[in-house]
């Protein structure tokens, strides 16, 4: 019984539901807008940027813009890619990203992003800066070096697992994932089979003893790129 | 576990009722308390208050004035804002190194006095100057410092640091302030004489919706910097689904090189909360909270007295003024050190107790705001203007400023001037003219509005202020020929590094790029390219970032690179020998060597 919203993304006419965000709407009619922190199953946090879209000429975060009736987006442009290739950049530069010896690596979101965007190296110079690393639980590895701090651990945790095992700490450059503990992710009720453990977009929070059960090539990315399941839902 | 400190946060938990949104409250009093919110006084909170102990940590880690790690029982705060450093603050933070013996950062040995930087404390017209604990001092000196420190050595109180005291309400006993108000030009609106109560008793004779009226006829906008109609924000406010209303006034100015709501605070306090109460009434909110910056700390006492006057007068309270079922009080929230908590959002945030995260929007505050509820945020001279308005009416109120700007605007001026302080000019005042009346002569730039505004060259200073040519909150910064405005440029960068909030990636990581190159440059080692890769990341980061802040952080790199291009070409230079002028061998080989204990056979020093 929802109201039916028409708008257009790159002047292809969409039909959405009211109450849907233009990401939403995007994918169901199988268009792909660029994104990394965004999760269907959690609230949108709108951190990454990356799906940024001009809704009549000004720019949005698709993921957190609800659609409206008539509004004009565009997507598919050279400017808005150029500024996506940016921010990806910047995602890069700011952590230590080793791709060829990542487990998420075929499976990450950033790397296939990167790729789709045509990005093979960041342009910019790298911070290398000194990041944690927390082994300390049974099952469960955290790597603060690839974090993009989108934020899916802590409302995956606090959302739907109940739990609130992650947030945010720090401001700034500085700002970073902290663990509901003291000293470590050992002192937290995280399980492998938490939601929070399942969301990570790139190699932060990984399994233990799950790391190649998938061999690289046979991976998520590794034939088609990001968002090409979206794309065979378009009519 | 110490059952003393059990029992102490216990109590402040209490008080603020164990109330989970009201952790700003619960952590800085444990702050003031123990010198810190150390990891067990995280646990205990968490229990008290019923949320998991992260929680505690993100808020602590989130505001200057707030740390996990001990500080000294008093701690000094030298501003080291741009202005600042202009006046001095390089010199006088020597002074302080060598009378505590100690930098930056640190805390003496003996573990009573922390020595730190801080952002710009709205101090400019008086720097340079320090907070030490909440008292401020200003017009600081070599010899001041020592003054100040044996002084300090004696007691380790700073209410008791003997200082001259400054005009007007600064020399009230409950503020016993050195501060100066510095009132350069008095204006029509906020600095002329107004009878108190009189703008409340208009309003509450005709209904809420006229009040409204009355300031959309006015064309009252936002004095803040954006410019928001006023009218049409209550309005919307007003109109939205919820049972209880908020009005929030934002009390954190903390633009570098603004200070004039100090002044309003100071002087004006009583004009500030009729504002709000008329705000109240129109919106049909109960409750006002005044989001006080902590740096105005020391304001804090004497609004809470002006808070009490009212509620004695029956200004605020139960059936103001006789007029049945409007019942309004207002609150004073104070901050911890974060200039974001400035941006509307970020300040409804940091009074429900949360980190000083902007949120996202839609919903806008007023829809759903403070605690979920419809909230209407104004800006204190904003408030002023609605008190005038109510007073005098909208009609006497647009025949002052231009024909799309009424009103005045205060302007905070400081800088490469002989009369900094602060003016109330009536809107449409040209640069040129605003640059005479302060005593600038042989003025290079002048900065509008603040880093997250313009800075400007004699180009434009034919330009006037108000909201369709060079808007602005009224942070006014004048600089002087032998200035260099690229180095401004960076400090003013640095400054948004630090204050970014880290939630989105172009704010947080391209702000910190957009400074590297822009230490290449200085240094002598920039390329022509770089002039286009600033270009590039500003418009990136201004396109992409997720609130005003971030939206407006690299105006101090493209007004520069687009007013004083000059000034950047001619330091950068092509390379010819196709090195990488930034790349510096030994440093890349730094930990390796220090890993394998020996140095680089080829790369020798």
Redesign the interface.
Known sequence: MSEQITFTIDGIEIKGKAGQTIIEAADEAGIYIPRLCYHPELA?H?????C?VLVNGK?Q?AC???IAEGITVENNTKELD??RR??ID??F??GNHFCMFCEKSGNCELQAVAYRLGILAPK??Y?FPKKDVDSTHPDIFLDLNRC??CGRCVSASRDIDGK????????????KI?????ASLKDTNLKQADKAADVCPVGTINKKRTAFAIPIGKRLYDSKPIGSDIESRRK | MDENLQAEVKQICQVCGNDRTKMMDIVRAVQEKFGQVS?ETM?LIAKFVNC????V??VV??YAFLSKKPKGKVVIRLCNDVVDKMAGADVVADAFKKELGIDFGQTTADGKITLEYTPCIGMCDQAPAAIINDEVITYLSTDKVKEIVADIKKHYDPSKLKHRLGDGNNANEIVHSCVHNGIRKKGTVIFADYKSKSGLKNALAVSPVEVINIVKSARLRGRGGAGFPTGMKWQFTRAAAGEKKFILCNGDEGEPGTFKDRVILTERADMLFEGMTIGGYAIGAEAGILYLRAEYAYLRKLLEKVLKDRRDKNLLGKNILGKKDFNFDIIIQMGAG?Y?CGEETALISSCEGL?GDPK???PFPAQKGYLGNPTAVNNVETLCCVTRILEMGAGWFVESGSKGSPGTKLLSISGDCKLPGVYEFPFGIKVRDMLKEVGAEDTQAVLIGGPSGQIIGQNDFNRTICYDDLATGGAIVVFGQERNVIKIAAEYMEFF??????????C???N??LK?YLDKIIAGKGEPEDLD?LK??G??IK????CGMGQTSPNPVLTTLKNFRKNYESIVKKTTNGMQP?FDIRKALADAESIAKRQSVIFIK
């Open positions: 949108p709108g951190s990454c940027r990356v940024t720019p975060s957190t813009q609800p150029e500024h940016n921010l910047m995602l530069i700011e910019y110079p911070f993009i701090l609130g095992v992650f947030e945010f700490v720090g401001r700034s450059i500085e700002k902290a663990v509901n503990a003291e | 990891s646990n998991h102990r992260v929680e940590e993100s880690s989130f974060a974001i980190r996202n929007r839609p590094i630090e204050e970014s909030c880290g939630y989105c990636t172009p947080r990581v391209g910190v790029l590297k890769i590039q990341l418009e990136s396109t992409t970032s997720r930034t």
